[in-house]
């Protein structure tokens, strides 16, 4: 698929810069210190995110890619998307489909950082032999030289990214209230820009999004899909209560679309590779909120009655000491809750 006119312009790429830094200031207003403490208290849960996020999205999207038939280009692009962390976008749809915020901030956290390390390994990883298809096509086309993924630049796209976290906490450190508007603010952003970038793109280039082949579309649906699946069933797998299967859920298959934005801006060339690669996760971003809303209506009705059998527990902690145990009558919990009527996270609310 060829782009025959400038994809973005100055003014797109301006909001899009604008967005990432609030979205990312944003984030980094939500975390505070404790936050860092909780991964280690709730390392079950994240490291179960770890290998549903760092495990099996990148696996996923390296085999939606292949079943198929991505072109290069868009192949790299989907994995990309596959190795990034999660973001403040999937703790807000987490605290609307009453799953565990702290279980989701505490992934979020860990993924980002993780992904400094984890994403060179997982690019060079999966896409080694697209990359090749790519400098092979190159050269058929008379141009001198050899793809390669831009390691280096992406390590330095995740860590400028990473900035305006840092300025966050810091404000979040020193004025709560300013935090809460910045954190409020940061998903309902990326929900807006993203709508704004696809109006635009629909009214300058409609005949873009007709010329998409149905093969993108699926594999921009299919991944946000397959990772919600997989997220939820290998955490029942491993046991886990339903707010927190809900939580790793969204958390994997919500990835962190503006900081791919980001890394295909800083990372690569201005060539028709790169409108390639934007293309994809422009359409990723746009569909993965779709989606997501969808999910979170199923999660949250679903989740009604054992959120509110957490809330009561923690309304008994409150009113009578964090030693106090919940009884219920016999047959009043179903079986996925009955051995944890609290589900709570913190340490007193685990029986």
């Not at 390392?43 to 085999?63: D, E, N, W, Y």
Request: hydrophobic share 50%; charged share 15%; glycine share 8%.
């Amino acid at each position: 698929m060829e782009f025959d006119t400038q994809l973005l312009y100055a003014i797109d790429e301006a909001l899009l810069g604008i967005m990432i830094l609030i979205i990312m200031f944003g984030m980094g207003a939500s975390l505070t210190i404790d936050d860092f403490k909780a991964v280690v208290r709730q390392f079950r849960g994240v490291l179960i995110g770890f290998m549903s996020q760092f495990g099996a999205m990148p696996l996923v999207a390296l085999g939606l890619a292949i079943v198929l038939d991505l072109d290069p280009a868009f192949a790299i692009a989907l994995i990309l998307i596959g190795c990034l962390p999660g973001g403040t976008t999937s703790n807000m749809f987490t605290y609307f489909s009453r799953g565990s915020v702290a279980l989701s901030i505490s992934m979020t956290t860990a993924s980002t950082i993780m992904a400094l390390l984890m994403m060179p390994i997982l690019l060079s990883l999966y896409t080694t032999g697209f990359t090749q298809q790519l400098s092979e096509a190159l050269f058929a086309a008379g141009e001198v030289g050899e793809f390669v993924i831009p390691t280096t630049n992406i390590i330095i796209s995740l860590v400028l990214v990473l900035i305006p976290v840092a300025g966050g906490m810091i404000l979040r450190r020193f004025s709560p209230g300013w935090a809460k508007t910045a954190e409020d603010t940061a998903g309902f952003m990326a929900i807006i820009v993203i709508l704004f970038l696809l109006g635009t793109l629909f009214i300058r280039h409609g005949d873009i999004l007709i010329r998409t082949p149905w093969q993108l579309y699926a594999s921009a649906i299919g991944l946000g899909l397959c990772g919600f699946l997989f997220g939820f069933w290998v955490s029942r797998l491993f046991g886990l209560q339903p707010i927190f299967q809900r939580a790793i859920s969204l958390e994997t298959g919500i990835q962190n679309g503006p900081v791919s934005f980001a890394i295909i801006m800083l990372s690569f060339a201005d060539t028709p590779v790169r409108d390639q690669m934007l293309w994809l996760a422009i359409l990723y971003s746009a569909f993965i909120v779709m989606t997501s809303s969808f999910i979170t209506l199923y999660y949250r009705k679903k989740g009604r009655f054992d959120w509110e059998v957490y809330r009561n527990t923690v309304v008994h902690n409150r009113l009578f000491g964090k030693d106090y145990v919940t009884h219920y009558p016999e047959g009043f919990l179903p079986p996925r809750i009955a051995h944890d009527p609290s589900q709570g996270t913190s340490l007193s609310q685990k029986r």
